[in-house]
């Protein structure tokens, strides 16, 4: 499984970034995908989750009613809408899945959040 994220940029705070990620692979749609991302100097944390179905999400505490994870199983894609951006938003982020846990990851792509 390979997966490939787009969408990354410069956004602005209090502004909008959708990320896109696209899996190959015929059993994406029973994956578990997320999103985690990776600032500058610091590890990378878990942003968001959302199981195969998409009936269930979960998200970290300083994302939580601003990102927003969906996917469409029928594009294999999983999607990050970021809204309400902050400085502290700036990291490369990460899409990933796997069957029950994160075992494919991406390549990440870069969000910068200009104040």
């Known amino acids: 499984v390979q997966l490939q994220a787009f969408g990354g940029g410069l956004g602005q705070a209090g502004g909008s970034l959708r990320l896109s990620c696209v899996a190959s692979?015929?059993?994406?749609?029973?994956?578990?995908m997320g999103w985690f991302r990776q600032a500058h100097g610091k590890e990378r944390e878990f942003v968001a989750r959302i199981t195969w179905s998409g009936a269930r999400t979960d998200y970290a505490a300083s994302v939580k009613g601003r990102f927003t994870i969906s996917r469409d199983n029928a594009k294999n894609t999983v999607y990050l809408q970021m809204n309400s951006l902050k400085f502290e938003d700036t990291a490369v982020y990460y899409c990933?899945?796997?069957?029950?846990?994160?075992?494919?990851w991406g390549q990440g792509t870069q969000v910068t959040v200009s104040s």
């Open positions: 692979g015929r059993t994406f749609s029973s994956y578990l």
């Open positions: 990933a899945g796997g069957t029950n846990r994160f075992d494919y």
